[in-house]
């Protein structure tokens, strides 16, 4: 179990999910994971941000999709962001890269700085300029964020987009004849992106929390009234596997245990 209050500039830090049905998302990732929930104001009315907690360490969080976004029948989704030294920096030089604005920078009370960006790609992330609140306090410990993926057919355009706008490096590995793409912040392994992204799902980025059994894990999900986009498979040369899984309003996540 890693404590963490402090994040660098191009680590993943934190992610929430917006969705169409609090209560019964609330239920569902509680159930799966044990999380515990803490409703925050979000400075907007009565609307509230639902934090979630392994015992006392803040992992990730949710809230009400906005009326816009329902109406253009966005569905529900996770969403991470990444740490960056100067928000508005980061949108500016994410601009120069092909990229595209989707929310210009705005303070998150005394918490932060954020927007969200689209790669040339059309998968979005957001970033954050911390405050007061660095982001998730908490890593390598069941119901804690532990890989994030980006499902992409565009590799190409993906990857010049990620290397120049947070100065990552990528290596090409070889899984047991399997081709993925890992990105990397210096010497340390942050993220990946495989050559052929899973059909059913967008361009979009892939957050994975570590469990303690892939495989049951995929079974109570189904029971609570998720779904399999993929099954437990193992990761080849590793005693782990992964899986990606739907909550019942449909956003995808992935899951990664023994």
């Known amino acids: 179990m890693t404590a963490k209050n402090k994040y660098s500039p191009g680590e993943f830090c934190w992610t929430d999910l917006g969705t169409t049905n609090v209560v019964a998302a609330k239920k569902f990732y509680q159930s799966l994971f044990g999380w515990k929930v803490t409703d925050v104001p979000m400075g907007m009315g009565d609307a509230k941000y639902s934090m979630f907690s392994v015992g006392s360490k803040k992992v990730c969080a949710l809230y009400s999709l906005p009326a816009e976004k329902r109406k253009s029948k966005i569905p529900p989704f996770w969403l991470p962001y990444i740490s960056v030294k100067s928000v508005d920096a980061t949108v500016r030089k994410a601009k120069t890269a092909l990229g595209e604005a989707c929310m210009p920078p705005m303070n998150i009370l005394d918490s932060g700085r954020m927007a969200i960006v689209q790669d040339p790609s059309n998968a979005v992330i957001a970033l954050w300029q911390a405050k007061t609140y ?119 996540f992935g899951i990664i245990g023994a």
Not at 166 to 190: A, I, N, R
Not at 234 to 246: E, K
Request: with cysteine; charged share 20%; proline share 7%.
């Open 134 to 252: 660095a982001g998730a306090e908490l890593t390598d410990k069941p119901g804690a964020v532990c890989w994030h993926d980006l499902n992409t057919s565009n590799t190409a355009a993906a990857s010049k987009f990620y290397t120049k706008v947070f100065g990552w490096t990528m290596e090409d590995k070889d899984f047991g004849g399997h081709d993925y793409h890992l990105f990397k912040l210096g010497s340390d392994e942050v993220c990946g992106m495989c050559p052929m992204p899973h059909p059913k799902l967008p361009p979009c980025w892939l957050t994975h929390w570590e469990v303690e059994k892939c495989a049951k894990t995929v079974t109570k999900a189904k029971r609570l009234g998720g779904g399999a986009l993929m099954p437990a498979t193992q990761i080849a040369g590793m005693d782990m596997s992964f899986a990606v899984l739907t909550d019942p309003q449909g956003a995808a």
